[in-house]
T-cell receptor
Framework: GQQVMQIPQYQHVQEGEDFTTYCNSSTTLSNIQWYKQRPGGHPVFLIQLVKSGEVKKQKRLTFQFGEAKKNSSLHITATQTTDVGTYFCAGPQLPASYDKVIFGPGTSLSVIP | NAGVTQTPKFQVLKTGQSMTLQCAQDMNHEYMSWYRQDPGMGLRLIHYSVGAGITDQGEVPNGYNVSRSTTEDFPLRLLSAAPSQTSVYFC???????????????FGPGTRLTVL
């Protein structure tokens, strides 16, 4: 079945440095979602990308969907301590089902003040 | 709106016991799902439902049952608890837009389950 992988697994950055996490799928995705989970909390939706090559920005966060719709990235500019958490990508497990949403293992971000 | 609620927040079971994790949403969402989260493994889909009376298996369905008799509720039943089911369980809901395309998933606060 489809596998969703994320790298790196962990990232420690100094406050103010940039951060990027990459998401790769073994199969083409119809769409991809990104979530953030703070320590001890629950996942919170950040964004959904649907179109090939799509780029979306949310303040310091930039999300990209690859041209082949098999990979995606999340880039944070000038990290802050509020960015601490685990970032997950997720996508439907095609061709089985649009409704079977599979999550990657996540990238855990630590920000050193 | 309360969003997605889950009960209990914490639970300790002995091996072989059964229990039901409750999940409810008040957003009239058609889609609901259950995930389990284990360290280093992200969230793994257990079961999901696209509407009342319709359920399907996710990645790791063994040992769990679900039913969806109403739009609001989606309980998860552990038939005979095992230590391997020690995990954090999240319920989520979403409206469905377009052709079977799920939208933003809203997660509940989670249930932390320990099986001894």
């Amino acid at each position: 079945g489809q596998q969703v992988m994320q790298i790196p697994q962990y990232q420690h950055v100094q406050e103010g440095e940039d951060f990027t996490t990459y998401c790769n799928s073994s199969t083409t995705l119809s769409n991809i979602q990104w979530y953030k989970q703070r320590p001890g909390g629950h996942p919170v939706f950040l964004i959904q990308l649907v179109k090939s090559g799509e780029v979306k920005k949310q303040k310091r966060l930039t999300f990209q969907f690859g041209e082949a719709k098999k990979n995606s990235s999340l880039h944070i500019t000038a990290t802050q301590t509020t960015d601490v958490g685990t970032y997950f990508c997720a996508g439907p497990q095609l061709p089985a089902s649009y409704d079977k949403v599979i999550f990657g293992p996540g990238t855990s971000l630590s920000v050193i003040p | 709106n309360a969003g997605v609620t889950q009960t209990p927040k914490f639970q300790v079971l002995k091996t072989g016991q059964s229990m039901t994790l409750q999940c409810a949403q008040d957003m009239n969402h058609e889609y609901m799902s259950w995930y389990r989260q284990d360290p280093g493994m992200g969230l793994r889909l257990i079961h999901y439902s696209v509407g009342a009376g319709i359920t399907d298996q996710g990645e790791v369905p063994n040992g769990y049952n679900v039913s969806r008799s109403t739009t609001e509720d989606f309980p998860l039943r552990l038939l005979s608890a095992a230590p391997s089911q020690t995990s954090v369980y999240f319920c989520a809901s979403s409206k469905r837009s377009g052709r079977s395309l799920t939208d933003t998933q809203y997660f509940g606060p989670g249930t932390r389950l320990t099986v001894l």
